[in-house]
């Protein structure tokens, strides 16, 4: 049953992704740019989520993005029977439903930017010959997409995040490009550094039961989960050089060198510095504490 319902969703989605493609300051990100795109279809992705590609100031941003939204939810009403859709401008999302499925669309407000153009990718084999559909869509860059992935991964450590680390692993591996995503996204991350990578370990047995259980017909264990959490970890403690890890306790510092990893322009990177400043001034023994902590982990 529940696989049915995710089966009716993806059915929406693919009505949906040929209208949102046709406005190119956006590209997919997310699970569903990893598997309806990357991968054939280990399992099931019902959320579009989306990356706003020029890099300008938030309020010409939040204009511009909902102008594309507004445009979006026309051509989705027009080619669509019976869909409604809610247009939720001040998060810049779409609440798209008809009788049978409901899905939602999301820009990711501070996420902005991409540090190489988008890739126009084809929809997967799988999902077209399952489906009977066909959509091309711009996706962010490979490195920035599995970045957001694995910071997610560790992060909320939800199951479908750690079942697609496992793709990554099993295939890319934590590849320099991959490690460039994973800073980037590592800074425009709400969590301090230090607890993101090296996180509490959750306790996710019921988020596998009632909120994975129906994405795959793959055999996921959570055995098998918390090997792949636990290889996620060490992969990324291993190949975190010295230059990296100064890079990390640069920015923390509130000076940094962004000679290897130009990210100064990003929206998220200077929300976190000025987010970090605002610590600094406001309360500099909690700072140094994040900053000593993050030493620490790095064995600097």
Not at 18 to 33: M, N, Q, S, W, Y
Not at 40 to 50: C, G, H, W, Y
Not at 124 to 140: G, L, R
């Amino acid at each position: 049953m529940a696989q049915q319902s995710y089966k009716n969703q993806i059915k929406l989605l693919l009505d949906v992704l040929p209208e949102v493609a046709r406005e190119k300051c956006f590209a997919l990100h997310g699970g569903t740019a990893i598997n309806l795109f990357i991968r054939e279809m280990p399992r099931l992705s019902v959320d579009i989520d989306l990356t706003y590609v020029p890099i300008e100031d938030r309020a010409t941003s939040m204009i511009n993005i909902n102008k594309a939204l507004e445009r979006t939810k026309s051509r989705i009403e027009s080619v669509i029977p019976s869909v409604t859709v809610i247009h939720r401008s001040d998060i810049a999302k779409l609440q798209i439903s008809t009788r049978n499925a409901s899905i939602k669309l999301e820009v990711n407000l501070v996420g902005r930017g991409t540090y190489i153009p988008p890739e126009d990718m084809v929809l997967c084999d799988k999902a077209q010959n399952e489906f009977n559909a066909f959509c091309v869509i711009p996706v962010v860059p490979l490195g920035q997409l599995y970045g957001g992935k694995i910071c997610a991964a560790l992060d909320r450590q939800h199951p479908r995040d750690l079942f697609d680390v496992k793709y990554l692993l099993a295939n890319e591996g934590f590849s320099n490009e991959v490690k460039r995503g994973f800073l980037l996204c590592l800074l425009g991350s709400e969590r301090p550094i230090h607890e993101v990578i090296y996180p509490n370990l959750q306790d996710q047995r019921s988020a596998l039961t009632n909120q994975f259980e129906g994405m795959t017909t793959e055999e996921f264990s959570y055995k098998e989960y918390e090997e792949i959490r636990f290889k996620l970890i060490e992969v990324i403690h291993k190949n975190l050089i010295d230059e990296d890890k100064d890079f990390l306790l640069s920015v923390k510092n509130l000076t940094p060198n962004w000679t290897k990893y130009d990210f100064q322009l990003f929206p998220s990177v200077r929300w976190k510095i000025q987010n970090l400043q605002r610590l600094k001034d406001t309360n500099p023994k909690k700072h140094a504490d994040q900053y000593n902590a993050l030493k620490k982990k790095l064995n600097k």
